[in-house]
């Protein structure tokens, strides 16, 4: 149990579809992070929240939305994506001001 | 531009041994380490960190040396085990100069394979 619990652990969608990534963390962490990892690229930071209110978006098209309901949710609402959106996508969390982030264990995506 | 460079994209060592992995960055803001090491199909998992007021910081079998002037840093597994066997990753933060100091940069990892 790490803290961080992501789902659906695997999810093959088509290019038409709508679908959403949930993550939640059991930490009473303020800060909460969206992470894609691609084959033989380093971790790319998507998005980050803290207090529910969204700080950073990395240049991250509009086909990924992001949603914080809470500190302790966060989603990823997929539409429209294309094949090379295929990809680990890994959520984080970790107190407001600390920068050991604690992982959860990432939603293989495949968009077919 | 990569900030955090792990150059080797894979190390292979026997039971026993020092595994050492290395990491150099660029970015002269960079004042907080970090390790974390992978298994396939689970999540990055933390291991050990530095700040920048250090050189040097032990926590059992691992260690992390940090050479500020080389802006270069190093993960020593001593002894090494077949379980340590795993994608390891460095980060970098900027925890002191605030705003986004929570964002980590990663490099793009090294595979470790420790042989029994």
């Known amino acids: 149990e790490t803290g961080v619990t992501q789902t659906p652990r695997h999810l093959v969608m088509g290019m038409t579809n709508k679908k959403s990534l949930k993550c939640e963390q059991h930490?009473?962490?303020?800060?909460m992070y969206w992470y894609k990892q691609s084959a033989k690229k380093p971790l790319e930071l998507m998005f980050v929240?803290?207090?529910?209110?969204?700080?950073e978006n990395n240049s991250v098209p509009s086909r990924f939305s992001p949603e914080c309901p809470n500190s302790s949710h966060l989603f990823l609402h997929l539409h429209t994506l294309q094949p090379e959106d295929s990809a680990l996508y890994l959520c984080?969390?970790?107190?407001?001001?600390?920068?050991?982030?604690?992982f959860g264990q990432g939603t293989r995506l495949t968009v077919v | 531009d990569q900030q955090v460079k792990q150059n080797s994209p894979s190390l292979s060592v026997q039971e026993g041994r020092i595994s050492i992995l290395n990491c150099d960055y660029t970015?002269?803001?960079?004042?907080?380490f970090l390790w974390y090491k992978k298994y396939p199909a689970e999540g990055p998992t933390f291991l050990i960190s530095?700040?920048?007021?250090?050189d040097k910081n032990e926590d059992g079998r691992f260690t992390v040396f940090l050479n500020k002037s080389a802006k270069h840093l190093s993960l020593h597994i001593v002894p090494s085990q077949p379980g340590d066997s795993a994608v390891y990753f460095c980060a970098a933060s900027a925890m002191m100069s605030g705003g986004s100091n929570y964002k980590l940069t990663f490099g793009k990892g090294t595979l470790l394979t420790v042989n029994p």
């Open positions: 930490l009473g962490h303020n800060a």
């Open positions: 929240y803290s207090l529910e209110e969204r700080v």
């Open positions: 984080a969390s970790s107190q407001e001001r600390g920068t050991e982030a604690f």
């Open positions: 530095i700040s920048s007021i250090k």
């Open positions: 970015n002269s803001m960079f004042d907080y």
